[in-house]
C-alpha cells in the first residue's frame, strides 16, 4: 500500500499543480515529514507515522485567480466525495489517501465549513493553524514544487495542539513528533532560526509552546527558547 | 491505547466510512452496459443487465452520443470502483484482525 499511496500522492499533488491551486496552498500534516528529507540532509529526523489523511492548508481569505473544480480534477482518479460530521466538510476519499481542506479559525471561531466555491469545495476551520502560514519554505517532490510550513513552525504548532487532543493517541504521536523535530533542528545548526519562529509567535501561543515543553519535561529546548528563564 | 493502535483504529474508522462511500458511488451509477447490435446492416442498442439473477437485453434502438459516452463512463467507474472498494473490504479485515490483539503498541 505505501508505494501504491505514495505514486498516488505525487499524483494529486501534479494535477493540483497543472490546476495552479499548489501555488495558492501549503501541504500540512504527517505527509510533511517525508518530504522535509531535502531540508534535514544528514541530519536524523523523525519518520513518523503518516496516515492516510493529507491535509492542504488554504490562507483565508483566498486571494487567487485560480479556478478549479478539485472533485472533478481527481475523480477518474478513483476520490469520491464524502461529508464529515454533522457540519458537512467535504473530504476527498480514495483507498488509499483522504484528502482534506483546512483554513485558519478566526475571531470566536465557529465549526461553519469555509466555502471556497474557486475549488468547488470547502474547508474546515481549525485553531492555531495561522503559525503554519507564518514561515513556509518550498521543496521540489518528483519535480513538483509544494509549499510546507517551515519544520520550526511544523514542530511549534504540533506541540500547541497536542494538549488540545481528545484522543490520547493522537496526542502522544503529535508531541513526539514535535520533539523530534525540535531535536532535528538544534542538531542541524537551527537553534536560532526556532528561536526567531518562537519570538515571532504571539504570546499567548508563548504560554502555550511552554506548557507543552514543560509537561514533556524538555529542558534543554525550554532553556533555548526562553533563555534559562523557565 | 498505544500510538500505533490509535492509528489503526482511526483508519477502520476511515476504511468503514470509504466502504460506505464506494458502495453509495456504485449505486448512483446507471445499471448495465450498452451494447451495439447490427441488424440488417443498422446499428441498434440493447442495454444488458441482470436481474434477479437473469441476464436481460432491454431494446434502446438508437442512442444519443451522450447516452453512449454515459454509459461508457459508468463501465469506466464501476470497475474502477469496485476494485478500491475490493482495497478497502481488504484494509477492513487487516485492520480489525491487527486491533484484535491485546498488545498496547
Known amino acids: 500500500m505505501e508505494k501504491n499511496q505514495y505514486d498516488l500522492c505525487i499524483k494529486v499533488l501534479g494535477r493540483l499543480e497543472k490546476s495552479g491551486v499548489l501555488k495558492d496552498v501549503i501541504l500540512i500534516g504527517s505527509w510533511c515529514i517525508p518530504f522535509y528529507k531535502d531540508y534535514f540532509e544528514n541530519v536524523q529526523y523523525p519518520t513518523a507515522i503518516k496516515s492516510r489523511d493529507i491535509d492542504f492548508l488554504v490562507p483565508a481569505p483566498l486571494k487567487t485567480n485560480t479556478k478549479a473544480d478539485i472533485p472533478k480534477l481527481l475523480k477518474d482518479l478513483g476520490f469520491i466525495v464524502d461529508f464529515k460530521g454533522p457540519e458537512g466538510y467535504i473530504q476527498l476519499e480514495h483507498s488509499d489517501l483522504i484528502i482534506e481542506f483546512l483554513v485558519p479559525e478566526k475571531g470566536r471561531g465557529s465549526n461553519k465549513p469555509y466555502r471556497l466555491p474557486q475549488f468547488g469545495l470547502n474547508a474546515q476551520p481549525l485553531r492555531f493553524l495561522d503559525l503554519l502560514m507564518l514561515d513556509t519554505i518550498k521543496v521540489k517532490v518528483e519535480g513538483i514544487e509544494i509549499n510546507l510550513p517551515h519544520p520550526a513552525n511544523f514542530a511549534l504548532h504540533k506541540l500547541i495542539i497536542f494538549q488540545r487532543r481528545l484522543r490520547e493517541e493522537k496526542a502522544i504521536k503529535d508531541r513526539n513528533t514535535a520533539i523530534e523535530i525540535l531535536k532535528a533542528l538544534i542538531n542541524k545548526g537551527d537553534a536560532a532560526v526556532l528561536l526567531r519562529v518562537f519570538n515571532s509567535m504571539i504570546p499567548k501561543w508563548h504560554k502555550k509552546v511552554i506548557k507543552g515543553l514543560e509537561e514533556v519535561k524538555e529542558k534543554e529546548i525550554l532553556d533555548l527558547l526562553t533563555g534559562g528563564e523557565k | ?105
Open chain 2, 1 to 105: 491505547m498505544g500510538v500505533i493502535k490509535g492509528v489503526l483504529k482511526e483508519e477502520l474508522e476511515n476504511s468503514l466510512r470509504m466502504k460506505s462511500g464506494y458502495e453509495r458511488e456504485l449505486a448512483k451509477l446507471p445499471r448495465g452496459s450498452l451494447i451495439r447490435k447490427i441488424v440488417k446492416g443498422h446499428g441498434y442498442y440493447y442495454l444488458l443487465l441482470r436481474e434477479n439473477g437473469e441476464v436481460k437485453f432491454i431494446y434502446k434502438g438508437k442512442v444519443s452520443g451522450d447516452e453512449i459516452k454515459k454509459y461508457q463512463d459508468a463501465k469506466e467507474y464501476r470497475a474502477k470502483y469496485r476494485k478500491l472498494l475490493s482495497q478497502v473490504k481488504k484494509q477492513i479485515r487487516f485492520l480489525r484482525s491487527s486491533l484484535r490483539g491485546k498488545e498496547s503498541v
